[in-house]
């Protein structure tokens, strides 16, 4: 987005509320390094991220999609004693920077970094008898989003929130005409989980650093 407003503002927030912090710091800064993608959440999403994980008072976290692993550091934090977080990777590069980073968090010992495609880990967990998260942070490709629903609809618990990032990305989900895969993905996904009777759900637009887009809110009926 041109405007830089809401650029501004998302400044003014993260610089309220979210402070200074050299290991998330560091963690961005070994992504940078690595030459990875700088599309983390932003640090007043991660916040908010942080703030849910504590609302739902989760224990039990799933993340799908870790890139260098800041949002999966602002969610870990948010666990408690015995907390244990699960964040699904497929880029083994990725991974490897993620691991390095949660580890310099003090993290390593809540969380696991599985390495591979999601949608085949998801079956894997779910056959080693993995259940009941409290909270899903979903935010790898959006083209598989819809099958991203379907399993963190199975693996959360009664009651477990489901949060999916990027669902609007900058009102391009407007476009049924898209020729793009990730919109197309995207657009199914809203309509599946505006539709799904095992959830109430809404979407909640954001602006900030990263431009416009929108962050799905689930709740799943006890
Ligand atoms: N949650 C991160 C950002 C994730 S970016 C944060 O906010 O800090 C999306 C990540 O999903 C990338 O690292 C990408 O490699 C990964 N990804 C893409 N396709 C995937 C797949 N099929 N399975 C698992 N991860 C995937
Ligand atoms: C992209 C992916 C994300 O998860 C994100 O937050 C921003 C952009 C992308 O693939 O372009
Ligand atoms: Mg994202």
Redesign the pocket.
């Known amino acids: 987005m041109s405007n830089t407003l809401f650029e501004d503002v998302d400044h003014y927030i993260s610089n309220l509320f979210v402070p200074a912090d050299p290991v998330m710091d560091d963690a961005l800064e070994a992504a940078k390094e690595a030459g990875?993608?700088q599309?983390?959440?932003s640090a007043a999403l991660?916040k908010y991220l942080y703030l849910m994980a504590k609302l739902s008072n989760a224990n039990r976290i799933l993340?799908?999609?870790?890139?260098?692993?800041?949002?999966?550091i602002w969610l870990a934090r948010a666990l408690g004693e015995g907390g244990r977080l699960t964040t699904?990777?497929?880029?083994p590069k990725?991974a490897t920077v993620a691991t390095a980073n949660i580890e310099r968090a003090g993290l390593a010992d809540k969380v696991s970094v599985r390495v591979?495609?999601?949608?085949e880990?998801l079956p894997v967990l779910a056959a080693e008898g993995e259940s009941a998260f409290d909270m899903v942070?979903i935010?790898?490709?959006k083209n598989?989003y819809c099958g991203y629903l379907e399993w963190s609809l199975r693996l959360a618990r009664p009651g477990g929130l489901i949060l999916a990032?990027n669902v609007v990305r900058e009102g391009r989900v407007l476009n049924a005409d898209s020729p793009d895969d990730a919109i197309q993905g995207i657009r199914a996904f809203n309509k599946a989980l505006s539709e799904d009777d095992r959830v109430e759900a809404t979407i909640i637009q954001l602006t900030g650093d990263k431009g416009h887009d929108g962050l799905a809110v689930a709740v799943l009926r006890k």
């Open positions: 990875l993608p599309i983390q959440v991660g993340e799908i999609g870790t890139l260098a692993g800041y949002s999966t699904l990777e497929y880029d990725h591979g495609a999601a949608l880990t942070f935010d790898a490709d598989n990032d």
